[in-house]
Each structure stands twice: as structure tokens, then as C-alpha cells.
């Protein structure tokens, strides 16, 4: 039983291979994703980068990313429950994810500059 992400891809007429050359993976690990849905999506950049793609809110992707098999493994059920109820938005989610892309001194410069912008 697959999960209804193949369904969000189609829906954008986007391929397997273009979606893992937006996420910088295999099309094999895209499959594995629609295939197991959030038992395998370990990287939370590729889930923000999906939810783009897919012009979906992150409530609807994750909802889609279930999958019968994954309700009964608390691992995943923790992970789910999580995501769903993070206090983050989707703007700080993307924010996060291209901090995460930076170099660490470009890191420390931002910050400086964010918490002297905050507390001057």
C-alpha cells in the first residue's frame, strides 16, 4: 500500500527524476518515499523542499506521507505527531532548512547579525 505522495507528484505533473534532482537524491530514494511515506524521510529539508514543489501546506503533505503500515510503528507515530504539532511555520521551517545549507561561518556572521538587529 503506497502512500498518497505519488499522488501530490502527479497532480503537479512532476517526474520520480525531477523531484530527486530538486532534492539532490536518488530517484530511487523518491520512490521509497511515495512507497513507505515518512518511515523514510529523515531529512526535513526534503520534506520542506516537497511541500513547495507539491504547492501543498505541510499539514496536508504529512497527511499524505502516512500510510497504513507506518500507524502501527511508534517510532514513526512519534515522529508524525511531532511534525504535525510543531509550533514552527512553515516560513521558519524554510528558514531552518537554508541555515542548515550554510557554512559555518556564514552561520555565526548571520547570527551576529540577527541578535545585534534584535537586542542593537
Same mark, same amino acid.
Do not use: W
Given at each position: 500500500?503506497?502512500?498518497?505522495?505519488?499522488?501530490?507528484?502527479?497532480?503537479?505533473?512532476?517526474?520520480?527524476?525531477?523531484? &530527486?534532482?530538486?532534492?539532490?537524491?536518488?530517484? $530511487?530514494?523518491?520512490? $521509497?518515499?511515495?512507497? =513507505?511515506? *515518512?518511515?523514510? *524521510?529523515?531529512?526535513?529539508?526534503? *520534506? +520542506?523542499?516537497?511541500?513547495?514543489?507539491?504547492?501543498?501546506?505541510?499539514?496536508? =503533505?504529512?497527511? &499524505?506521507?502516512? +500510510? &497504513?503500515?507506518?500507524?502501527? +510503528?511508534?517510532?514513526?507515530?512519534?515522529?508524525? $505527531?511531532?511534525?504535525?504539532?510543531?509550533?514552527?511555520? #512553515?516560513?521558519?521551517?524554510? =528558514?531552518?532548512?537554508?541555515?542548515? $545549507?550554510? #557554512?559555518? #561561518?556564514?552561520?555565526?556572521?548571520?547570527?551576529? #547579525?540577527?541578535?545585534?538587529?534584535?537586542?542593537?
Amino acid at each position: 500500500m503506497a502512500t498518497k505522495l505519488r499522488e501530490l507528484r502527479k497532480k503537479k505533473r512532476l517526474s520520480q527524476g525531477c523531484v &530527486a534532482r530538486e532534492l539532490g537524491v536518488s530517484q $530511487q530514494l523518491i520512490s $521509497q518515499y511515495e512507497e =513507505f511515506g *515518512i518511515a523514510r *524521510i529523515r531529512n526535513l529539508g526534503h *520534506i +520542506d523542499k516537497m511541500v513547495r514543489l507539491y504547492n501543498v501546506s505541510r499539514e496536508e =503533505f504529512l497527511k &499524505a506521507a502516512k +500510510d &497504513a503500515r507506518t500507524e502501527l +510503528d511508534p517510532e514513526v507515530i512519534g515522529r508524525y $505527531q511531532e511534525l504535525m504539532h510543531s509550533r514552527i511555520t #512553515d516560513e521558519e521551517m524554510m =528558514f531552518v532548512s537554508a541555515l542548515r $545549507q550554510l #557554512d559555518n #561561518d556564514k552561520k555565526k556572521r548571520l547570527m551576529k #547579525d540577527l541578535l545585534s538587529g534584535i537586542y542593537g
